[in-house]
């Protein structure tokens, strides 16, 4: 089973619009971090924000808000006001704590496209 | 503020060849990671070091692979007898050490392998 799970494989913006990016995960430890990266045409990841699988108030910075929904194990990116230099790829990634490990699993990813 | 910096940004390589990539991780950072990603996937765990020693490997990094951080700095990712199927981007990744799944990774340039 998938672990991190982006079924946009891409989306659409117009620019000053909100737009959202979907994130369902899958664990059974109590104990993880959500991450999501941004991947401009670079190459170069670039960390966005983070959730702890304990906060019980939603990460935001920025423009960026995660709307997290434990019970559901969804971790929504938000974007608000989008800009042109938003359009690049959108990865979400999980950090399970319990195991030990360090490594980040990432989903697939989402091609976010900002139209003027 | 330096980043996380890697050399070569590209290699082009014969199938059969040995490529090293090195990977100077942000200096007060003692854990490094290592990632490859291919085209359209999100990107894979290979290994991670905490100072010099290498503490997790993926099942991923196949007896070709070696991967080494010799006084806890850079590190550098051989792979021998390189096969077309390395073809990828391999990204680097460091972190401050924190007492929480909160530790975000910060990661370089990458560097885009294409074997011939």
């Known amino acids: 089973a998938q672990k991190i799970t982006q079924t946009q494989p891409g989306m659409f913006v117009q620019e000053k619009e909100a737009v959202t990016l979907d994130c369902t995960y899958d664990?059974?430890?109590?104990?993880?971090?959500l991450f999501w990266y941004k991947q401009p045409s670079s190459g170069e990841m670039i960390f966005l924000i983070y959730?702890?699988?304990?906060?019980?108030q939603n990460a935001t910075e920025g423009r960026y808000s995660l709307n997290f929904q434990k019970a559901r194990k969804s971790a929504n990116l938000v974007i608000s006001a989008s800009q042109l230099g938003d359009s690049a790829m959108y990865f979400c990634?999980?950090?399970?704590?319990?195991?030990?490990?360090?490594?980040?699993?990432f989903g697939k990813g989402t091609k976010l496209s900002v139209i003027p | 503020d330096t980043g996380v910096s890697q050399d070569p940004r590209h290699k082009i390589t014969k199938r059969g060849q040995n490529v090293t990539f090195r990977c100077d991780p942000i200096?007060?950072?003692?854990?490094l990671y290592w990632y490859r990603q291919t085209l359209g996937q999100g990107p894979e765990f290979l290994t991670y070091?905490?100072?010099?020693?290498?503490?997790?490997k993926s099942r991923l990094l196949s007896d070709r692979f070696s991967a080494e951080r010799p006084k806890g700095s850079f590190s550098t990712l051989e792979i021998q007898r390189t096969e077309q199927g390395d073809s990828a981007m391999y990204l680097c990744?460091?972190?401050?050490?924190?007492?929480?799944?909160?530790?975000?990774?910060?990661f370089g340039p990458g560097t885009r392998l294409l074997v011939l």
């Open positions: 990744a460091s972190s401050p050490k924190r007492r929480s799944h909160q530790e975000t990774q910060y």
């Open positions: 664990t059974s430890d109590p104990s993880y971090g």
């Open positions: 959730q702890g699988s304990y906060d019980q």
């Open positions: 990634a999980m950090r399970e704590a319990g195991a030990g490990s360090y490594q980040l699993t």
């Open positions: 200096s007060e950072h003692n854990r």
């Open positions: 070091f905490q100072n010099e020693a290498q503490l997790e």
